[in-house]
């Protein structure tokens, strides 16, 4: 059976996508091919499971509904902590239309954002109760 062994994102800048995704998903730049070889590969740190990410050039631009995103997992860090990370990344947030207005008990709630190259990407989490 096949599986996803790697992602391939459209990017205008691959230094700049690589920088915000390797610090985004705390990931590790693969070495280089050959030299000169401009392809962007990062991967999971040795032992950490997960699809390699890789910074394709393109010159289309971002797509406000792209056929394709990825959805990001807060894990332990509360949603909006981790968002407010992802935003000091270079991350921007997206005005979304689309948020459930009542949405199922069991979904966790969650944010779209935009990475520097204007890729649209969500972020789940749990978000702190309120304080009191």
Do not use: K
């Not at 740190?45 to 010159?59: H, I, K, Y």
């Not at 394709?68 to 981790?82: N, Q």
């Amino acid at each position: 059976m096949a599986m996803i062994a790697q992602l391939s994102l459209g990017v205008s800048d691959a230094e700049r996508a690589g920088a915000f995704w390797a610090a985004a998903l705390g990931y590790r730049r693969r070495p280089p091919r050959f030299d000169n070889d401009e392809w962007i590969v990062l991967e999971p740190p040795p032992g950490v499971p997960g699809a390699a990410l890789t910074m394709d050039l393109s010159e289309s631009p971002a797509e406000e509904f792209p056929r394709l995103h990825l959805d990001l997992d807060a894990g332990d860090r509360p949603l909006d902590e981790e968002v407010d990370r992802l935003l000091a990344l270079g991350a921007r947030q997206v005005p979304w239309r689309h948020y459930p207005t009542d949405p199922h008990p069991t979904e966790p709630p969650y944010v779209v954002l935009a990475d520097p190259d204007g890729n649209r990407f969500c972020v789940s989490g749990r978000r702190e109760p309120p304080a009191r």
